[in-house]
């Protein structure tokens, strides 16, 4: 079992930044990938970005390019998200989750184990 939690979501203002916080803990050996994603009401859950814990390996939605980075501290196996230049199309519940692998990365029903959700609010 592996356990998820996010934590650093608020509310902000446009052009804002906010770092998003996902602690694992559990047997995690055969989860190497850890991704975010991100879900506005009345909308498919999208991927956010990706990386992999045992290689240099990540990737990033085409709406965050640029803007978002995810990272890691491998000694608290805690995954980052730091959110920069935020709009109000970045508004939604932001998930973290594991997985083995992938066919496509951004593709949610790929991970396996999910954190609760931290809310992240972006208005003008």
């Known amino acids: 079992q592996v356990q998820l939690v996010e934590s650093g979501g608020g509310s902000v203002q446009t052009g804002g930044s906010l770092r998003l916080s996902c602690q694992r803990s559990g047997t995690i050996s055969t989860r190497p990938w850890m991704a975010w994603f991100r879900q506005a009401p009345g909308k498919e859950r999208e991927g956010v970005a990706t990386m992999s814990t045992v290689i240099d390996a990540t990737y990033y939605g085409d709406s965050v390019k640029g803007r978002f980075t995810i990272s890691r501290d491998s000694i608290k196996d805690t995954m980052y998200l730091q959110m920069n230049n935020l709009t109000s199309d970045d508004t939604g519940m932001y998930y973290c989750?594991?997985?083995?692998?992938?066919?496509?990365?951004?593709?949610?029903?790929?991970?396996?184990?999910w954190g609760q959700g931290t809310q992240v609010t972006v208005s003008s």
């Open positions: 989750a594991s997985t083995n692998g992938f066919t496509r990365w951004d593709l949610a029903a790929n991970f396996t184990y």
